[in-house]
């Protein structure tokens, strides 16, 4: 990986570790678009501050849109959601091995 791509990389991650910022993509991965109130809804325990804040970083990112139903995730966001599915994939496997691990480990 070249050090243009390493600098993008820690940028994505960057974004996607700020709190709540995965959630509010993931919320909206049905491709539904969602008023404020009902995106609040959906991620529970957010504060309409984080969430405000969220969102205009994820716009700002091109990872979110905003139309007239709602806030909706743009192709760019629908592609990095795609690419997510995957992790769900190996956290299902992942979780298995740490039940297993625990298992060994009370014995």
């Known amino acids: 990986m070249s050090a243009k791509e390493n600098v993008a990389v820690g940028q994505l991650l960057e974004l996607l570790e700020s709190r709540y910022a995965l959630r ?13 109130r009902l995106l ?4 529970g325990n957010i504060t309409p501050n984080t969430l ?24 760019l966001g629908a592609d990095l959601l795609k690419r997510l599915n995957e992790l769900q994939a190996f ?5 298995a091995s740490q039940t297993k691990v ?6």
């Open 102 to 107: 625990s298992a060994i480990k009370k014995k």
């Open 40 to 43: 609040q809804d959906s991620i």
């Open 91 to 95: 956290a299902g496997k992942w979780a």
């Open 52 to 75: 405000n804040t969220r969102i205009k970083e994820l716009r700002a990112a091109g990872l979110l849109g905003h139309g007239s139903d709602g806030y909706n995730v743009t192709s």
């Open 24 to 36: 509010v993509l993931w919320a909206l991965k049905d491709g539904h678009p969602q008023t404020f």
